[in-house]
């Protein structure tokens, strides 16, 4: 078992920057990514780390803009957002798996990582 608690979200005005952290607690995580979902629309994956063999991928819509990163000590993912987007705007969840097949030539998506967190909210408007 994972649990995973989410921090860092708010709101933000466009070309703003915020920066989640994703703490986890229980067995060793293999990958933690993070999705978002905005209202009307499916979940989406946003990125992803490999603490098995540190690879990292991106979602198209956020390269160059957001960056993912691990902190073994504290057992923290974290994701810093930059010139963030009113297209940005979602709920962003922190997900776990602990095979690390899951990240290690993509992503993976959601059904992929069983075990997820409660969610924090990201706003961006002017």
């Known amino acids: 078992q994972v649990h995973l608690v989410e921090s860092g979200g708010g709101s933000v005005q466009p070309g703003g920057s915020l920066r989640l952290s994703c703490a986890a607690s229980g067995s060793s995580s293999a990958c933690i990514a993070w999705f978002r979902q905005a209202p009307g629309k499916e979940r989406e994956g946003v990125a992803s780390i490999s603490f098995t063999h540190g690879r990292t991928y991106y979602a198209d819509s956020v390269k160059g803009r957001f960056s993912i990163s691990q902190d073994n000590f504290k057992n923290t993912v974290s994701l810093q957002l930059n010139s963030l987007k009113s297209e940005d705007t979602a709920m962003y969840y922190c997900?776990?798996?602990?095979?690390?097949?899951?990240?290690?030539?993509?992503?993976?998506?959601?059904?992929?990582?069983?075990?997820w967190g409660q969610g924090t909210q990201v706003t961006v408007s002017s």
């Open positions: 997900a776990a798996s602990l095979s690390p097949l899951t990240c290690i030539w993509n992503m993976g998506s959601a059904p992929d990582y069983p075990y």
